[in-house]
């Protein structure tokens, strides 16, 4: 209820309908508030970046819910460490469109004696920006940057050209190349576009990504393109 409107007495089960449609506006707000987050993460204020992105009533404005699962440690956790513990947590943390829901696996102290890298902290708000990115890929219901599918499309290729040509020189396989490569191009192009399209808006904004985080989806070659594209648009302006 907003202020200064009169209190009935009475409270409405359910939102009124107005309420709960999805509107442009709500996308353009929720998009400005992951921008903002997308902010504290470049600046290294991973906490407050986290606990934003733990906000369930800002995930409820555009239908979404929000479940967080917590993972206690009980002893400090090194630098090196970092690693094995994202890998823990990444595969634990996703969105399910179907069910419009975010799960993500937070890691906190069990006592003040133990303290969490700044290192996990960042991986940490990778792994949760991420997961609201790809509700906004959902909301809006197409690539958030400009050159995601296309460089997506050309690291699928290049993937399926390969397996195909195995395939080929496979004595023993029945699939022909131009089976393999279809097969192959289509299970790559759709598990990487959006994977993509998300480090693309990550990187635009500024937020700076982890080797990690790099590590999955071909996103370091994807950015590598995308960076050789902008270096050669650039040079041409400038001529
Ligand atoms: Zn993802």
């Known amino acids: 209820m907003k202020e200064g409107e009169p209190k009935l007495g009475i409270e ?8 709960k449609e999805l509107t442009p506006e709500k996308i353009k707000d929720f998009q400005f508030y992951i921008d903002q987050v997308g902010h504290l993460i470049e600046v290294g204020e991973y906490d407050q970046a986290i606990d934003a992105l733990s ?6 404005t555009v239908g979404w819910k929000f479940e967080e699962n917590s993972l206690g440690f009980t002893k400090n956790i090194t630098k090196a460490d970092v690693r094995q513990f994202c890998e823990y947590i990444g595969p634990r943390s996703w969105c399910d469109g179907l069910l419009k829901r975010i799960e993500v696996v937070r890691p906190y102290p069990v006592n003040k004696d133990i303290k969490i890298p700044q290192e996990l902290k960042h991986e940490v708000s990778l792994l949760y920006i991420e997961e609201w ?6 909301l809006k219901g197409e690539p958030l940057t ?9 690291i699928a290729k290049k993937i399926a050209k390969k ?3 195995e395939v080929q020189e496979d ?8 089976q393999a490569y279809s ?5 790559e192009y759709h598990g990487k576009k959006d994977e993509i399209d998300v480090t693309f808006y990550m990187y635009q904004l500024g937020i700076p990504l982890t080797d990690r985080f790099l590590d999955y989806y071909n996103r370091r070659e994807a950015l590598e ?4 594209l902008e270096h050669e648009k650039h040079k041409k302006h400038k001529k």
């Not at 409405?12 to 309420?19: C, L, R, S, T």
């Not at 906000?55 to 409820?60: D, H, I, R, T, V």
């Not at 004595?171 to 131009?178: L, M």
């Not at 097969?183 to 299970?187: G, W």
């Open 55 to 60: 906000n369930k009533s800002k995930l409820e």
């Open 146 to 154: 400009e050159m995601a599918d296309k460089i997506a499309q050309k």
């Open 163 to 165: 397996v195909a040509k």
């Open 12 to 19: 409405k089960e359910e939102q009124p309908e107005k309420e």
């Open 183 to 187: 097969q192959q191009y289509s299970r």
């Open 171 to 178: 004595p023993k396989s029945k699939w022909t190349y131009s």
């Open 225 to 228: 393109i995308l960076e050789k």
């Open 133 to 138: 990115l790809h509700v906004l890929q959902g």
